[in-house]
């Protein structure tokens, strides 16, 4: 007989234990899901019959083995399936919120202790079939059903399933449904850029959870608008996956949870997000998040705005720009280039360092030890206003350290002192600008 310790004194697990998870372990049906019970102790301990009534949707092994392709698990390597992140979220999915047991199950939605509904449906057959959907439309078939407890208080019941796990959908799915919302954003997941993005927020990611600040239709077309670009430039830009990827952290993070702080995003370590938290009010980059939306791997929290890096994260964001951050933040120009702005940033890449630093006969360290001539060069290279390419126009701004830039626009063709600005690497969007790639330190 196994045993619990429980403060020092050894008791029998089947006297300690819920009447639900002895159920289960005396399955000889349902190994698969008592072994994942076991490796969840949160979800196995919150199914103690003090927290009841409970209803619970019980895979049984063969169930499990045939929901394998659709989480992109191959059979040979089943038992990782143990070790998903997301395996809590699926086994709280299973059990239904009531003040009551449920049996039999009647049509119409349902909510989970996961906190989200999943549907029952009832066919009108001579034998009556019962399913529960949740992100397969086709359902997991109930099998059978028994009241479960101890003698003359059965209180709690279950619901055999064998085709398949019921699972909870995942951020992509739910996103995709709310067209109202997120068809502008589920537009740019759609996007070759966005590939691997998707996938990892689908069911078939490893289990990986993630929280997304979703721009909402009126967020994005806002930003349209700001930007006098339309949604088919938008999902063309360069930039895009960027962008996304600045609204998406790893991890779940409910509202409940968030700390007043800075969060990597899968933009990288270098763009980071500012939380905060006010009582129940959470804002992100000082946007306010709306009432978050449940999903099977994560969170949604939709917002009324896209978010953006500024542009030293924008430099950051590449290793083309090792040098050219490494000199901003030398010269003390870091918390101003994080400001509002706008700016534009003609962005020297290390290539075009190394050729300038050869120029002058200087090293990097030289070039950095004079941090008011380097402050000077830098500041060269920014003008106070924000310059998309297709916008720029011959002239000469000011730059903020003061003196006047040369721009010269050919047809759609680009310079500034001379120094062209390549299309393909211009137009580097950020919160408070834009950044323009240039092969030369301008002089």
Do not use: W
């Not at 949870?257 to 980071?272: C, I, M, N, P, S």
């Amino acid at each position: 007989m196994r045993v619990l310790a429980v403060a020092g004194v050894f008791l029998p697990l089947a006297a300690a234990q819920s009447a639900v998870f002895t159920h289960i372990e005396a399955s000889a049906d349902h190994t698969t899901l008592e072994s994942a019970l076991n490796k969840v102790t949160a979800v196995k301990d919150a199914l103690a019959d003090a927290n009841g009534p409970f209803t619970m949707v019980a895979p049984t092994d063969a169930a499990f083995t045939a929901a394998l392709p659709e989480l992109g698990i191959a059979a040979a390597d089943a038992a990782t399936l143990l070790d998903r992140a997301d395996l809590g979220e699926i086994l709280k999915y299973q059990v239904l919120s009531t003040t009551e047991k449920v049996n039999p199950l009647t049509a119409g939605d349902i909510t989970t202790v996961q906190g989200m509904t999943a549907t029952v449906t009832v066919s009108s057959d001579a034998t009556p079939v019962t399913k529960v959907v949740g992100s397969n439309a086709a359902g997991v078939t109930i099998s059978s059903s028994a009241d479960v407890g101890t003698s003359g208080n059965e209180e709690h019941a279950v619901h055999v399933c064998t085709d398949r796990i019921l699972l909870p959908k995942p951020v992509y799915q739910v996103a995709s449904e709310a067209t109202d919302l997120f068809s502008t954003l589920v537009a740019a997941l759609d996007t070759a850029g966005l590939a691997d993005v998707k996938t990892g927020l689908g069911l078939q990611n490893g289990g990986a959870l993630h929280t997304v600040f979703a721009p909402t239709n009126d967020a994005f077309a806002a930003y349209l608008a700001a930007r006098g670009i339309d949604a088919d430039a938008l999902l063309a830009d360069s930039e895009l996956a960027n962008i996304v990827k600045y609204h998406i952290l790893a991890g779940k993070v409910m509202a409940a949870d968030v700390a007043t702080g800075e969060q990597a995003t899968l933009y990288g370590a270098a763009g980071k997000l500012s939380l905060a938290k006010d009582g129940s009010t959470v804002t992100v980059d000082g946007v306010t998040v709306d009432a978050e939306v449940p999903v099977g791997n994560g969170v949604i929290h939709p917002i009324p705005s896209v978010l953006m890096p500024n542009v030293v994260e924008v430099a950051k964001g590449s290793s083309d720009f090792s040098n050219l951050v490494e000199a901003v933040v030398t010269a003390e120009l870091e918390d101003t280039l994080t400001g509002a702005g706008p700016f534009t940033v003609f962005a020297p890449t290390n290539a075009a360092f190394d050729a300038y630093l050869a120029k002058v006969g200087k090293t990097m360290d030289e070039l950095k030890a004079d941090k008011d001539a380097l402050a000077a060069l830098l500041k060269y290279h920014v003008v106070p206003s924000e310059v998309m390419l297709a916008d720029a126009t011959t002239s000469t701004p000011a730059s903020v350290e003061g003196s006047t830039l040369d721009l010269v626009k050919t047809g759609d063709d680009l310079t500034v002192n001379g120094v062209a600005v390549p299309a393909a690497t211009a137009n580097m969007q950020a919160g408070n600008g834009v950044v323009h790639v240039i092969g030369e330190v301008l002089e």
